[in-house]
């Protein structure tokens, strides 16, 4: 009864649309989970995102939940996830794309989730890194430990988004570095970012995993932009 005055008084809305959820609606409403577009990558080895990685980086598997438009659904959840605090979307999202990402026979090898790092100081400014939610609710779903000390983002740099094409992958290469030990070695590790745009970010991250002697590297994304 409390929780319904609550909900009275502050009513929760649909971070896809900001439209008022109903009593059976979290997060996102029935609605938006009906119009987001899926990309059923679990279902194609050969997808758009694998393809994205070919000849740059060896890799096992690629697959993103959605497809990122400019003014989408998408576009708005991942907005409220990164710069919003809204980090229940990235939990949410972890959960209903852990469904799908079981089906996959390559990904039963996984031994650690890595989520892509955030530079201490732009962790100190934004309190949090928008993919550790989606990461964790993964590891917690496919019951794969959850490791973020791993992979070092070893340079502070400004937001991605704001970057055109040549600034996004301009010196990438150098900003990510691995802190391991030998239990390290011989793994396969499960790399998690909210949006495949160049790929040059997960690129650099993967190149940096395969420091460690017998790194295997499989990729996984809440959304891919599509043009």
Excluded at 51 to 57: D, L, N, T, W
Aim: proline share 3%; with cysteine; charged share 20%.
């Amino acid at each position: 009864m409390f929780q319904s005055i609550i909900n009275l008084f502050f009513p929760k809305v649909c971070s896809g649309c900001n439209s008022f959820l109903l009593a059976n609606e979290k997060v996102i409403c029935t609605v938006c989970r009906h119009d987001i577009p899926l990309t059923n990558h679990h279902l194609i080895a050969d997808n758009d995102a694998f393809k994205k990685f070919y000849g740059r980086i060896p890799i096992h598997h690629a697959s993103a939940l959605f497809y990122f438009h400019k003014k989408g659904i998408v576009q708005q959840l991942i907005h409220n996830l990164k710069y919003k605090g809204h980090e229940e979307i990235g939990t949410i999202l972890g959960e209903w794309y852990a469904e799908d990402l079981r089906t996959i026979d390559l990904l039963q090898s996984v031994d650690q989730i890595i989520p892509v790092p955030l530079h201490r100081r732009k962790l100190k400014e934004r309190g949090y890194n928008q993919v550790t939610a989606f990461s964790k609710a993964l590891s917690l779903s496919l019951k794969v430990e959850y490791n973020n000390t791993l992979l070092v983002r070893t340079i502070y740099s400004k937001t991605q988004s704001k970057k055109n094409l040549l600034g996004r992958t301009e010196g990438i290469e150098s900003i990510f570095d691995v802190c391991f030990t030998e239990k390290d070695y011989n793994k396969h590790f499960l790399l998690i970012d909210d949006v495949i745009t160049t790929g040059s970010t997960l690129e650099a991250c993967s190149r940096a995993l395969l420091k460690v002697p017998g790194a295997r590297i499989s990729i996984v994304c809440m959304a891919m932009a599509q043009s």
